[in-house]
């Protein structure tokens, strides 16, 4: 079975600050790890995602993430906050090798402060 | 650059009535997956498409929902008899072989 608990519901920075937020995993094979962002009445679109290569991952927007498997943690980075970057984030597990059903996580409201 | 659409953005429906969501996937993707997200809940999986069969669906896709390839493009769920209790934004993903699915801009059902 596969879990992903996202550790704050909300999280309010000021713009110019940094970015973090936070996921842990739970799965039984090693996983494919993504984030996805949904600003306000728009779809999913994928920000990075993990596939057992470069434990540090690079997405799009400056935002990053890294694959600790010590901590079953991927949190979300980025160094500096845009006001565009306020949007409901979403951690996501993916499936192993032959399924292919995504189990995301609960969501964390990024709020940014002028 | 390529994108999944839905149609319609928005639909509203009396109980019992039945409905077809209509999705357009990448043109060179092969799996094909509808989502749901009930308001202030988390965004859960329904069911995956592959070779014209379903591949995995879960608890929720019950005898009420089904998923259909009517043609080389589009790809559509229906709800046969809607219920108060299925009014969510639905939403359509696409992906190749590598993994990470690409999500169209959603439909919101609301049943009254």
């Known amino acids: 079975a596969q879990s992903v608990t996202q550790l704050d519901s909300h999280v309010s920075v000021s713009e110019g600050t940094p970015v973090l937020l936070r996921c842990n995993y739970s799965?039984?094979?090693?996983?494919?790890l993504f984030w996805y962002v949904q600003h306000p009445n728009k779809g999913l679109q994928l920000l990075l995602k993990?596939?057992?290569?470069?434990?540090l991952v690079k997405g799009i927007n400056g935002f990053e993430a890294e694959f600790k498997k010590s901590e079953t943690s991927f949190h979300l980075t980025k160094p500096s906050a845009h006001m565009s970057d306020a949007a409901e984030y979403f951690c996501?597990?993916?499936?192993?090798?032959?399924?292919?059903?995504?189990?995301f996580g609960s969501g964390t409201r990024l709020q940014v402060q002028p | 650059e390529p994108e999944v659409t839905q149609t319609p953005s928005h639909q509203v429906t009396q109980m019992g009535q039945e409905v077809i969501l209509r999705c357009v996937p990448i043109s060179n993707h092969l799996y094909f997956y509808w989502y749901r997200q009930i308001l202030g809940q988390k965004v859960e999986f329904l069911v995956s498409f592959y070779n014209n069969e379903i591949s995995e669906k879960s608890e929720i896709f019950d005898d009420q929902f089904s998923v259909e390839r009517p043609d080389g493009s589009n790809f559509t769920l229906k709800i046969r008899s809607t219920k108060l209790e299925d009014s969510a934004m639905y939403f359509c993903a696409s992906s190749a072989d590598t993994g990470e699915a690409f999500f169209g801009q959603g439909t919101r059902l609301t049943v009254v």
């Open positions: 993990y596939t057992s290569a470069a434990t």
């Open positions: 799965s039984s094979y090693s996983p494919s």
């Open positions: 996501v597990v993916g499936a192993p090798t032959g399924r292919r059903a995504l189990t």
